[in-house]
Structure formats: C-alpha cells, structure tokens
C-alpha cells in the first residue's frame, strides 16, 4: 500500500498481509514547503534531485513491469542512493529542529518504504492517481460523516471503487452501472466477474 508516514496505518501492516510502500511525492512535498516558505537552497536542491527520479519515471511509461525494473535500477537506483547520502551529509550541517531538518528526517525514514518500486516493475513511485481519484471524497468529508453507520461508510468506499475503477478502464460509470444493475439479479452468481468495469471495456473494444 503506498502511503504517507501517517501511524494510523501501522495496524494495517502489522499482520504482515500488507506491505508499507513509501510515497515519493509525499518526500517532495516537504521540501518543497520548506522552499517555498524559507527559499532553502538545500530544499531546492533535494527537489531537483527528485525531479531526476521522476524523470527515469517518464520514461517508464507504457513499459513492461521487468523493462521497469531494468530501467528503475539503471538509472533511478543511482540517484536514490546518492539522494540518500546527500541528505545524511546535510542533516549535519543544520540545525535538527529546524523544519528543514524535519524534512529531511521524514525523507531519510520513508527511503527505505520508498525502495520496493525500484524492484518490482508494477509498482509505481508514488500513489498520486489514488489521490487524485480520492479527492471528490476529500472534498465532500464534511458530508460524508453522516452516512448512517460503518456499513454505510463501507458501501460507499465500494462504490467510490467500482465507480474510479470504471473511469481508469474508460467506462463510464453511470451507463456502466445502468447497464449492470438492470441484469445483475439475473446474473449467475459465479460469473459475477463478467460484470466487472474492465471486463466490459474489453467486451467493448
């Protein structure tokens, strides 16, 4: 799961079934507050050093998930290591409660969470698509604290998930549902995946 460095997750990964991946945009971010804030030459440095990660990024783009990895390891491996070395060496050179000094630690910890993307090629350097789909839900928390019950939360994270999974695949999701609430009773119930958002853009194509 990639995530920010917030403990309310931690239980998730307690078990062992899921598996902390750091956020290299929610790395970025940090430097880029204090920059704008403070017009740290050692923020702005760390964020053009980022820059080069998320170059090696664009380059990955429509790549296969081994070509990814071939690619990230060649290129963006380097730079994360010498980014990491880089910050060690500043962290001593400023004062450790300034807040340049609290972004680097914050860097400095998620690195290692950060590393996983480098070696599997389905793994992506940050988790911003999930943000970007999650905003309507940022947007609209306020009302969102009267859904009736956990049950009612639950179902609408559900729905929230079918209906961004439908756009991801380029199906829109109101004739999508339309289409599939009005033949899902007689659907048979182990081929309740043909009803799935990508099963019908695939059908469509």
Same mark, same amino acid.
């Given at each position: 799961m990639h995530a920010d460095g917030y403990t309310g997750f931690n239980e998730l990964y307690r078990s062992g079934r899921i598996r902390e991946v750091a956020c290299l945009a929610h790395i970025r971010r #940090?430097? *880029? /507050? *204090?920059? #704008?804030s403070q017009g740290s030459t050692i923020a702005e440095e760390a964020v053009k050093r980022i820059a080069c990660l998320?170059? *090696?990024?664009?380059?990955?783009?429509?790549?296969?998930? /081994?070509?990814? *990895? !071939?690619?990230?390891?060649?290129?963006?491996?380097?730079?994360?290591? /010498? =980014?990491?070395?880089?910050?060690? @060496? !500043?962290?001593? #050179?400023?004062?450790? +409660?300034?807040? =340049?000094?609290?972004?680097?630690?914050?860097?400095? %910890?998620?690195?290692? +969470?950060?590393?996983?993307?480098? /070696?599997?090629?389905?793994?992506? @350097?940050?988790?911003?698509?999930?943000?970007?789909?999650?905003?309507?839900?940022? =947007?609209?928390? +306020?009302?969102?604290?009267?859904?009736?019950?956990?049950?009612?939360?639950?179902?609408?994270?559900? @729905?929230? %998930? =079918?209906?961004?999974t439908a756009k991801l695949n380029g199906v829109d999701p109101q004739a999508w549902l339309t289409d599939v609430l009005s033949r899902i009773a007689d659907h048979k119930i182990n081929r309740i995946d043909e009803l799935l958002p990508w099963r019908c853009a695939a059908a469509a194509a």
């Open positions: #940090k430097f *880029v /507050d *204090v920059f #704008k998320y170059a *090696v990024e664009q380059q990955a783009r429509g790549l296969s998930p /081994d070509e990814r *990895v !071939q690619l990230r390891q060649a290129h963006a491996q380097p730079i994360l290591d /010498d =980014l990491e070395a880089w910050l060690q @060496a !500043q962290l001593s #050179k400023i004062s450790g +409660k300034s807040e =340049l000094a609290r972004a680097i630690r914050y860097g400095l %910890t998620r690195m290692k +969470k950060l590393r996983p993307y480098l /070696d599997h090629g389905f793994l992506e @350097a940050d988790n911003n698509s999930a943000e970007r789909s999650m905003r309507c839900v940022a =947007l609209g928390r +306020k009302n969102y604290l009267f859904m009736g019950s956990e049950r009612g939360g639950q179902s609408a994270a559900i @729905a929230y %998930t =079918l209906i961004e």
